[in-house]
Structure formats: C-alpha cells, structure tokens
Nanobody, 126 residues
Framework: QVQLVESGGGLVQAGGSLRLSCAAS????????MGWFRQAPGTEREFVAA????????YYADSVEGRFTISRDNAKNTVFLEMNSLKPEDTAVYYC???????????????????WGQGTQITVSS
C-alpha cells in the first residue's frame, strides 16, 4: 500500500514562499495522478492542485492559480507544491493524496483520493 509523507511546512510571512514535498513509499507514484489539498480549522478539506501521471497536465484551484505550482519527479517518487506570494488565507494543513478515481486532473474532490499523508502545517502571518 502506498504511504505518503508530506514535508516542508512552516511559518512564513505574507508574500513569502515555501516548497512542499510529498514522498511516497510502498508503491510507484508514476501510475497515479496526484493532488494537493488543504484544510483549515473548522472547514472541509479543499482542493488545491492536481497533476497527471506524467506531469504534463496540471490544474489549480482559482484561489491559488498563478501563485502555486505543482510538479513531480517520478524517478524520486515525489510530488511537490511550490507556493509563492503566500497570503494569510493560505494558512492550513496541506495534504497530498493519490487519485484513486483515475480521473486525472479532473479529480478535484477529496473523496476521489486516497492514501492520504499526515499533512504539513502552513501558517502565513500578516
């Protein structure tokens, strides 16, 4: 079974940048499209970005379009989320997950994904 571990979170000032990593073990990520989600306290898990198996296709939530970039290195079994121009409203726990629905970048609901990691906290101060 695939196990995912997110890293790279932390505290950053508004306007700053962070790069998240999602490393996989127990499976080959290249066979799956992948997604990043986030969840702030008291809210539902929210779609952030998705990437196709090869990395050719990506899709972003409107709230992060132009600021975040999802990428992957299949040789390293890792997916990344580069986050720039961070805003306080980006504060959340960020999760990566595997597209089990096999919908590629059309998979934008949390229930379409599985093998969730434990998440990494991002806090953006104003």
């Amino acid at each position: 079974q695939v196990q995912l571990v997110e890293s790279g979170g932390g505290l950053v000032q508004a306007g700053g940048s962070l790069r998240l990593s999602c490393a996989a073990s127990g499976g080959t990520l290249s066979t799956y499209s992948m997604g990043w989600f986030r969840q702030a306290p008291g809210t539902e898990r929210e779609f952030v970005a998705a990437i196709s198996r090869s990395g050719t296709f990506t899709y972003y939530a409107d709230s992060v379009e132009g600021r975040f970039t999802i990428s992957r290195d299949n040789a390293k079994n890792t997916v990344f989320l580069e986050m720039n121009s961070l805003k306080p409203e980006d504060t959340a726990v960020y999760y990566c997950a595997v597209d089990l629905a096999r919908l590629g970048t059309a998979a934008r609901m949390a229930r379409m994904y599985g093998y969730w990691g434990q998440g990494t906290q991002i806090t953006v101060s104003s």
